[in-house]
């Protein structure tokens, strides 16, 4: 069972800092699973993660759930097997750059919580670091902030099947770190998600 870090402690580094990048370093390869509603902030916090990682010299990867949405996944749609597919590869890639001593960052919804188990359960049997962060942004927060408008399509009737409020959302019963950005900044927010990876000693 993993150990459960709280986001309430201060963060030891600014993760927006500017800074030129470091020349590449060696470092074990882990991958970061930011789980999370729609507008969470999943992906936001995952720049601020990796371009600090990149001024320390980490090799590190941003593996966007949307991007591979539109590549990767394009012929996936959003049944709950199609969801978990999506899911599983991604994971897949993930587990690939890890092996290569790459920090991969992987800010994606994946609402279920068996599909994200066999993505850690991959990871552990080729010995790779797995740390899975709930972004835990209440779904009222997500509504307002609504930064694709999938909130208001779903309000007006133009679209089903939303993540956390017409289709179900499984959050994390023992994630690595668990962060509720409201009333936080993204450096804080980022800040804790350093600090847990620090104290894993994968930063």
């Known amino acids: 069972m993993p150990t459960s870090l709280t986001a309430s402690r201060s963060a030891s580094r ?10 590449p370093t060696t470092g074990p390869g882990a991958t970061v699973w930011l789980t999370g509603l729609p507008s969470a902030g999943k992906t936001t916090i995952a720049r601020a993660v990796e371009a600090e990682l990149l001024r320390r010299g980490r090799r590190v990867e941003l593996l966007d759930g949307d991007v591979l949405r539109r590549t990767l996944c394009a012929d996936l749609g959003f049944s709950r097997e199609d969801r978990d597919r999506n899911v599983a590869r991604i994971g897949v890639v993930a587990a690939l750059l890890a092996r290569h001593d790459v920090v991969v960052l992987a800010p994606v919804i994946s609402p279920y919580a068996a599909a994200r188990d066999a993505v850690r359960a991959r990871h552990a049997a080729a ?35 939303l993540t956390g409020v017409d289709d179900p959302y499984e959050p994390p019963v023992a994630p690595e770190l668990r962060v509720d950005t409201v009333g936080r900044t993204v450096a804080d927010s980022a800040g804790a ?11």
Do not use: I, M, N
């Open 193 to 203: 998600v350093l600090a847990a990876l620090d104290e894993l000693g994968l930063a």
């Open 14 to 23: 600014s993760a927006s800092a500017p800074s030129t990048a470091a020349p």
């Open 127 to 161: 010995g790779l670091a797995f740390v899975e962060v709930h972004v835990a942004t209440p779904v009222d927060e997500c509504a307002d902030r609504d930064v694709k408008g999938l909130y208001a399509r779903q309000r007006a009737g133009e679209l089903r099947g």
